[in-house]
Structure formats: C-alpha cells, structure tokens
C-alpha cells in the first residue's frame, strides 16, 4: 500500500506535510537505562505508514519498554536518549504537555489486557465521549453518540449501540479488544502501537482482530508498531519485523526476509521453537494412508472414536512406540462426565457427558478456547469440583465408592501443574521443600529416602540439585514450572494434569518444558491429561485429543486424526485460526521463499 | 522441532547465583532513618527497663516533691521548666516532681501496656481471621458479624466505664492492656481473613490438598508462612495507636492511677499549664511522639525487607 492512499481517509489529524515522509516513526539508536541498567541498547526502528511493523522478542527483551519510551511513557527512573521520530518531529525530551498532545493528537495505543484498559465503572459511551473530547474536541453529546456509533462500526462491532451502552464487564474478550482499537482510532492517528493486542484472546478471535488490524492498515494508510512474542502473529499481518533480544536488534528486514531466510542465529531458535501443528504428522500421515491405500481398515473403531460422544472414544493406539499393551488396563476411565455449576438465575452446565481413557504412557490432550471446560474436565477427575459421572475410574478404582480418607489416597496418585508459574509454589517455603511435601502429606518417608527422591525428581527436570535451598521467587518461569513437574512427579503417580503448563511461558522456554515432560512420561510411563488451548502445542505433544466446546465434545480420537483430518467444522475453524508464521510465505506472493523455509514449517495440517 | 534431549543440557547451578543471596532483615535497617528509629524504640525500651537506675544517675525518683524548685506561684524556677543539673527535663509545675523520672517510667506504662495488648490482639485476631478465611461458610460469617460488633462498639464509653466499674486496688495496666488487647483485633482479623482467602485458592495449596493435605496442614505450612510478614508488620504499625490508646485513657484520668507516671496523664496535667510552663508539655509529648514515629518506621522498613520477592528500589 503506498502513501498516496492515506489522502483518502482525510481526518483532522492528516499533516499534509507529512506526506513526503515515507518513515511514519523512526526510532534511531534509542537507548533506556533504569538504575545503571541498560533496558534497550540502541534499538533501530521504523514504521512506515500502511504497513505494519513487529517488533519481536521474548519477556524481557525490552519490547514493551519501546513503545513506553516511544510514547513518552517510560518510569520516571528509566534514562531515555536516542531519537524517536513521529513524522520526523523529535519526540524526546518533550514537555510531558507537549508528548502529552502529540499522544493525542497522532497516536493511538492497543493494550494486552483489554479487561484492563478498559475503566470497569464507566459505560463503553461514557469511555468514549471522554476520549472524543480530548481526542477530537468534540463537546456536544449527539455529536459524540454519532462518532461513537461510527468508530465502533468501523472496528466490525455489528451491534454498536447495544456495545456502546455496555459496561466492559459485559462485553467479551473480543468485543472489548475491539473497543479498545476503535478508541485508538478516534482522532484519526497516524501511527498505532499495539502491544501484545491478541495475546490475552481465544485463537478464534485473535484471527478477527488480527484481520481487523489489517483491514485498518490498509484502508486508512496508518502505521501499526506491533509488539508481539509470536512468530505466528508476526507472520500473519506484519509487513516488517525487528527481532529484539536482551534490549539489542537480532535482526531487521521484511517479513519474507526474516520469517523466510532468518540470518541471525536468535531468530532461527526463535522459529524452530514455535510449536508446529502435527510435527510427527508427516511420519503418521504417510503411515496411515499407506494403510488406507491397502484398504486394511484394521482400526474399525477409528470412526466411533473420532465422533467424540462415544464412550469407547480412545482405543486403537497408533503410535506403537508410546501405545499401551491392549491387555494394559487404563489409567483413567470416564464416561458420562458432567458437571454443573450453580450460578444466580440458573445453573451452567460447564461439562456435558464427555468421557475418555488414558493408558499409561499415553498423553491425552484437551483442547478448547476459554470458557469450555477443559479446565473443568481436569479439576472433576481428582475432585475439586462436584460432578457426575457414569464411570469414574483413576487406577481401576471409582474415587467416589471410597471414605474421604480413602480417596485422598487415590487422588494422591495425580499430580498436578498449573499455568501460572508465579502462584503454583509456595513463595516463602524452598523448592526443595515444595517437592517432597507430597512426600510428607504420604508420610513414612526418611529423611534420606525424601533427599534422593528429591534429587531424583529434580534430575527428571533437568535441574541441578542445589536448586532444593532456592525459594519460588529465585526462579525463572521454566524452571518454575519445571520444580512444579517435579513436585508432581515425586509420589510416581499413576496420572498427571497439566492445565496449560506453559502458556505463560515464553516458546523457547515452552520448547523445553514441554521436552522435558515428553521425557519424564517417557521414563515413569504414566498417564498425562494435557490441558491446551493451543492446537499446536498439543499437536506436538498428545497421543490422543479431544476438542471441547461449550462442555461438549465436539471431537474426539489421535492426534493424527483429530488434527489431520478433523471432521467437525470447529476443529477445523479451530486449526484455521492459529497463526502460522509462514502461511503467507507459502501462499503469498514470493514464492521463492517457499524454497529457503524450513521444511516443517510447511507441514499444516 | 523442539529441542532434542541432549540439547537440553542440566541448567547450569551458577545461572542465578547474583540473586541467590538473601538479604538478611537487619540490612534494612542499615539506612539512616530505619536506623534512627530503631535506636529510639531500644532507647525507649531501656529507658523503661532501667528507668529507676536512669533515674538515680539525677538522684531522683517520679515521687518526691521538690517545692523547692517551684516558685510562689508554683510553676517552675528557671528557664525551660525549670531544666538544671539536678533536674534535666525541669520539674513538674504544682509538685516540683523531677520530669525526667516522670518521662522514663512514663515509658514503662507505655510500652508495657502498648506492647502487650497488640500481642493479645494479634494472636486473637490472627486465629478468628485464619480460620474464617479458610474455613468460610458460616464461620466466616459468624467471625464478620463479631468484627463489625467489635468495630460499633463505642470503646471509650465502654472503658471509661469499665475503670470506673474496675477495683481501684486491682492492676490498672493489666486492665488497660486487657481492654485495648480485646477491642483491637478486628483489624488484624480483616486484613489476615482476606490474605487467607486468597492463599487457599494458589494453586500451590489446590495441588497440595489434592495430594492430600487436611487443613491443619495447609494453615501451618501455606497460609501462616504466607501472611506471618503482613501480621508481623501490621502488628507494628498498630502497635504505636496502641499506646496512644493508653495516653488518651490516662489523658482522660481513667488509665492508670496516680501517682503512677504515664505520658498521657503528664500530657493531660500540662494543658492546663501550658500557658505559664510549655516545657512540661513538650518533654512527654515528645517521647510519645518520638516512640509512635519510630515504630510506625519499623513497621514500614519490616513491611519492605520481609517481601520475599525484594522491592526493588
């Protein structure tokens, strides 16, 4: 798109001089210092407008830190120099009135959290006649109402009053992200900072919002500075990319440069770390449809299974290096699993009649977007929330059939991992003594038995034993995360649910968690309920899966089938949803790209 | 793909080792202001252990009277109250009673009764809060309906007329301590009841109760550790109110009887000499003041270095 396009959308922001000036913002050699720290270490940058340039890099790059200095925003004890350049005017070392107008005047900002951008006490309307005010000068009420209608519709909110006389709390995730773009919009800025704009968002709904940062770029002819830890983002919309490590440039170039050819030895961890759909695909594909060339439809329940109501959802292994002897019986049998919640006004049924088995050795992956259920599902197999079920079995026995001090030891033979790598360990007690507590809840254990159990958990993790005198806090997310395996690890336990063990974490970190737990089930052979919402993580992990939506499951088998041939349209919006870092390399319009990609890059399923 | 095994090397002990090293508490008090504050409550503490040998360094004690000291209209001779070599804080206007002994046994009264009924209240506060916040359901609600009784409560109506109820020849400091103890814990309760809601819900206390924790456990190891910092720091900070709670008392002639010294009473008689001796009001005025600030900064240096995860500042 070029620059000539922007004097179609004339808004009262447009500087006509601006015109001839292709570098909407141009950062150079931009530096942030907090106490004697360095943040950023000279970071080059340009947006142009109608294009979108990502900055990219994992926590602590210093990426946020960028759009902060660049906004004037920075903490009062960050040192910024350099030069930051909107429209070739000089940004630093602006009177905080001055960066306080140019703010509104010519930028506009997307947030992570939309829950968070959002005050929870003002109606949406309310939100934004403060803004236009401010924004656009406008005073009148009518004159506000109508803008508010237009900004609104304009970010493909099909029911703008109804958003408008909202407050935040009763507007979804994507709704809200929504809002908050068409605030950005209002005063017509050139340039939007978006940071981490569909991090917090459903795969579904990511794709509309990304689609509709798009859609603006090209129809307004704005520049959009990207701030993203997803090479999958990245290669869905951005036209430029600037990959940040430890506040320094890793690389610069065009997307098709980057993502296609990436020279910087970062960049390539970078890529090779995202998790691809279906890695292992390749080698099942050709496998099974070899067998259905042969017509040796050996697997006759390959079909019930995959319809996902049907209770014997998960037999047939297909991967015999990780199957389970036939005569082996499961680890957790469930059928007819239902669970209600009682809410004001009604109850919510969060899971509705699902069930599956899980041999040992076997992983089996829930997969859904927020909201259904699969959390739910995990918390129902140790108990931690009332639900019904036709079978309930954990290691043969029915949970339910037994005393409260029974059952605790059943349930004592799941162990459990969290997402949140912050809360999931006790900050004030050492690692060491957070992964034996099983241990002494067990009891009978000496004190040296519970020293090499310790040791011996932690080697499974790949953490050195002095880690047993650290406390929570001393840890990085991964080797939190990792310390929880541990912990959920150390009783041998028949079963382990892991909810999202590592959305919060960054992919190269996400990469050897996820090693290290195919690793440990590898060795100790149990069974593993892995809890996802995303299809490539468990794509890349799970035997089995099973797709929920809503509490139901919409579709059930192995992975293989599941993800590579789903038949239910919802896996498929599901799978057409996540972003690919080289979709458009493959699609787009440079094909000699396609050549130099990486040949895993191209396996989509 | 993802890294393969021996890619993934044990992660090396050394990575961390510039945050491994814990601050000791007593670094923070290091700095110049904790550090004050600190010398004023052990100064404050000593004086009140040795006031009598304090005292005696004068040759003096908070119960003679010095008429002589006193002029014709029996405020003090001299400049400033009355400050001499013999009496270093001057006298105290009516009874030539030396101020200095009056202040350093005013301490006593202070602190014994300041520190002891935040102890009362803390313990009393910290249980009802713990277990309300963990237990829920009615014991919660039952423990909310006491707190906000407690909070109506008109507590120095009631304490003025409990003393006045009170024996003369019963222990007047164990009263005080007894009545400012049993009506302060609400605000501990609160504060630890909400801490605890939260805690129990970690998911590091879900996948312990999972794996079979009872609640004894969980109260013991997930939720004291987790808020004995807060309790430690509110008890500090409240701690100074306390006392103040116990000069008022005295200032309103019902905390602990003549001659008996106490801040709040030397504070009460010396309004109505302000105007001819203002001496007599600065020098007990001050050490409440100077021992209220300088817990009140304890309680905020301890609130900083006891965070396990460090301000940063």
Redesign the interface.
Same mark, same amino acid.
């Given at each position: 798109m070029s620059d000539s396009t922007r004097a179609t959308d004339a808004g009262p922001a447009q500087d006509p001089g601006s015109t001839g000036d292709p570098d909407l913002l141009a950062l150079r050699n931009l530096r942030v210092t907090i106490a004697g720290r360095p943040i950023l270490k000279g970071l080059d940058l340009t947006v142009r407008a109608g294009r979108i340039t990502a900055l990219v890099g994992e926590s602590g790059s210093g990426k946020s830190m960028t759009a902060l200095a660049t906004i004037g925003l920075a903490p009062a004890s960050a040192q910024v120099t350099g030069s930051a350049r909107l429209r070739g005017e000089e940004l630093l070392g602006r009177s905080p009135q001055q960066m306080r107008r140019t703010r509104a005047g010519g930028l506009g900002m997307i947030f992570q959290e939309p829950g968070q951008s959002l005050s929870p006490v003002m109606k949406v309307s309310a939100v934004f006649r403060d803004v236009l005010g401010v924004r656009e000068n406008i005073r009148s009420r009518p004159r506000a109402a109508q803008r508010t209608r237009d900004l609104l519709a304009s970010v493909g909110l099909p029911d703008p009053d109804r958003t408008a006389s909202s407050y935040p709390h009763e507007l979804s995730g994507g709704e809200l992200q929504r809002v908050v773009i068409a605030l950005a919009l209002s005063g017509d800025p050139a340039l939007l900072i978006a940071d981490e704009p569909t991090t917090a968002l459903d795969v579904t709904v990511q794709r509309g919002v990304l689609d509709l940062l798009t859609r603006i770029v090209r129809e307004r002819g704005i520049g959009v500075l990207l701030i993203t830890h997803d090479m999958g983002v990245v290669g869905e919309i951005a036209d430029d990319v600037v990959v940040l490590q430890g506040g320094e440039v890793r690389e610069t170039g065009t997307v098709q440069q980057v993502l296609g050819a990436p020279t910087a030895p970062y960049t390539q961890t970078l890529l090779s770390a995202v998790p691809r759909l279906l890695p292992s695909l390749e080698r099942a594909s050709a496998r099974s449809s070899a067998e259905q060339k042969d017509g040796a439809s050996t697997r006759g329940d390959d079909d019930t299974a995959a319809r996902g109501d049907d209770d014997a959802a998960t037999q047939g292994e297909s991967d015999p290096s990780r199957g389970t002897a036939a005569s082996e019986p499961p680890v957790v049998r469930v059928e007819g699993l239902s669970v209600r919640y009682d809410r004001r006004g009604g109850s919510h049924l969060a899971l509705d009649d699902v069930g599956f088995e899980i041999g040992r050795g076997q992983i089996h992956g829930l997969v859904g977007e927020s909201g259904s259920g699969k959390s739910t599902w995990g918390k129902a197999l140790v108990g931690l929330v009332p639900a019904q079920a036709r079978v309930l079995e954990l290691d043969g026995t029915d949970p339910r059939s037994l005393s409260p001090a029974a059952r605790r030891g059943v349930y004592a033979r799941a162990g459990l991992v969290f997402q949140d790598p912050a809360s999931s360990l006790n900050p004030r007690r050492t690692v060491g003594w957070s992964i034996s507590e099983p241990l002494h809840l067990a009891g009978g254990v000496g004190r040296a038995d519970v020293d090499r159990r310790v040791h011996h958990a932690l080697e499974q993790v790949r953490l050195p034993a002095s880690y047993t005198q650290r406390l929570p806090h001393e840890l990085s997310g991964g080797q939190r995360q990792r310390v929880s395996i541990a912990r959920a690890l150390i009783l041998q336990p028949s079963l382990l649910i892991a909810d999202e063990p590592t959305s919060a974490l960054d992919v190269t970190v996400q990469a050897h968690v996820i090693e290290v737990l195919r690793e440990a089930i590898e060795e100790a052979r149990f069974a593993c309920v892995f809890i996802s919402h995303d299809l490539a993580v468990v794509g890349s992990l799970a035997d089995h899966v099973t797709v929920l939506r809503r509490g139901r499951a919409v579709e059930q088998g192995t992975v293989h089938q599941v993800l590579g041939s789903p038949r239910h349209e919802y896996t498929r919006a599901l799978l057409e949803s996540v972003p690919d870092p080289s979709r458009r390399l493959r699609e787009g319009q440079r094909p000699a790209c396609e050549s130099v990609g990486r040949p895993e890059a191209t396996m989509r399923g | 793909?993802? /890294? /393969?095994?021996d890619a993934?090397?044990?992660?090396?002990?050394v990575s961390?080792d510039d =945050? /491994?090293a =814990?601050t000791p508490v007593w670094r923070a008090f290091l700095r110049p202001v904790p550090a004050a504050a600190a010398v004023v409550v052990a100064a404050s503490v000593l004086a009140a252990v040795f006031a009598p040998q304090l005292s005696a360094l004068s040759d003096n004690d908070p119960f003679t009277y010095h008429p002589e000291a006193l002029g014709p209209d029996t405020a003090p001779l001299g400049a400033f109250g009355g400050v001499s070599a013999d009496h270093w804080f001057g006298v105290e206007p009516g009874t030539g009673r030396d101020l200095f002994s009056l202040v350093v046994h005013g301490a006593r009264v202070s602190l014994l009764v300041g520190i002891a009924s935040t102890l009362l209240a803390t313990v009393i506060g910290v249980v009802l809060g713990i277990v309300a916040g963990a237990v829920g359901g009615f014991v919660e609600k039952l423990v909310e309906v006491a707190t906000d009784v407690t909070l109506g409560f008109p507590f120095l109506i009631f304490a003025i007329a409990l003393s006045a109820l009170f024996p003369l020849e019963a222990p007047r400091a164990l009263l005080l301590t007894l009545v400012i103890g049993v009506f302060g814990w609400p605000g501990i309760a609160r504060v630890v009841a909400a801490e605890t809601r939260v805690i129990v819900r970690?998911?590091?206390?879900?996948?312990?109760r999972?794996?079979?924790?009872r609640l004894a456990?969980v109260l013991r190891?997930?939720v004291l550790?987790?808020v004995?910092s807060t309790v430690i720091v509110y008890s500090c900070i409240s701690l100074p109110g306390r006392i103040s709670a116990e000069a008022t008392l005295s200032f309103l002639g019902v905390g602990v009887l003549p001659p008996t010294p106490s801040w709040g009473r030397s504070i009460g008689d010396a309004i109505s000499w302000l105007l001819v001796d203002p001496a007599f009001l600065l020098f007990p005025a001050a050490a409440l003041f100077l021992v209220t600030f300088s817990f009140n900064i304890l309680g905020d240096t301890l609130r900083d270095a006891l965070d396990?995860?460090?301000a940063q500042r």
């Open positions: - | 793909m993802m /890294t /393969t095994s993934l090397p044990v992660e090396a002990a961390l =945050r /491994t =814990r970690q998911p590091y206390v879900v996948a312990s999972v794996m079979g924790a456990h190891h997930q550790p987790n004995a396990p995860r460090g």
